[in-house]
T-cell receptor, first 115, second 110 residues
Framework: DTGVSQDPRHKITKRGQNVTFRCDPI?????LYWYRQTLGQGPEFLTY????????KSRLLSDRFSAERPKGSFSTLEIQRTEQGDSAMYLC?????????????FGQGTRLTVV | SQQGEEDPQALSIQEGENATMNCSYK?????LQWYRQNSGRGLVHLIL?????REKHSGRLRVTLDTSKKSSSLLITASRAADTASYFC??????????FGAGTRLFVKA
């Protein structure tokens, strides 16, 4: 499968624990995005990478959230000291190109449940 | 914050009927995109329409864009049960991020 891959698909964690999610984009895609989606809502933008550079972060991304894309390939999203409000689907997407008119390909997501 | 708002929030139709979903947005855009999401799955890109375009077609899909009214519509013709999904409009206002609306939930009855 050459699509966007996310791991794990599901994560249940206790409040206060740290979690890390991984995203493997489509191999030739230079852009990578993280979104968060709660039930009944559309995805909310979290952060964006162009190659290894993190170019934009949403105000939704508190200090407990950090994302990396160290070699411009896969990316990780870490949430420290998880809270129940962090429970959501975390979606990763990638695209290719330089302009704004690019199609993003989404992974299946990681569903986080904080208990 | 979500720039786009879809209308209706939910739509139930019979197989074979047409489904129309609308999206309104607040600020000027570079492009507008429509995505489909089946229950519990990732999003699939359907179509992108640029700000200087008024209409685009892709198979049974027809998208219109009226920048003067800051609105777009997605028409699915001859709907099928497999079209049952949530449909999201997403706007790019320049820069890197695409902002999604809350979606329209379409149910097509066989």
């Amino acid at each position: 499968d050459t699509g966007v891959s996310q791991d794990p698909r599901h994560k249940i964690t206790k409040r206060g624990q740290n979690v890390t999610f991984r995203c493997d984009p489509i191999s030739e895609h230079n852009r990578l995005y993280w979104y968060r989606q709660t039930l009944g809502q559309g995805p909310e933008f979290l952060t964006y990478f162009q190659n290894e550079a993190q170019l934009e972060k949403s105000r939704l991304l508190s200090d407990r959230f950090s994302a990396e894309r160290p070699k411009g390939s896969f990316s990780t999203l870490e949430i420290q000291r998880t809270e129940q409000g962090d429970s959501a689907m975390y979606l990763c997407a990638s695209s290719k190109g330089q302009g704004a008119d690019t199609e993003a390909f989404f992974g299946q997501g990681t569903r986080l449940t904080v208990v | 914050s979500q720039q786009g708002e879809e209308d209706p929030q939910a739509l139930s139709i019979q197989e074979g009927e047409n489904a129309t979903m609308n999206c309104s947005y607040k600020t000027s855009i570079n492009n507008l995109q429509w995505y489909r999401q089946n229950s519990g799955r990732g999003l699939v890109h359907l179509i992108l329409i640029r700000s200087n375009e008024r209409e685009k077609h892709s198979g049974r899909l027809r998208v219109t864009l009226d920048t003067s009214k800051k609105s777009s519509s997605l028409l699915i013709t001859a709907s099928r049960a497999a079209d049952t999904a949530s449909y999201f409009c997403a706007t790019n206002t320049g820069g890197f991020k695409t902002i999604f609306g809350a979606g329209t939930r379409l149910f097509v009855k066989a």
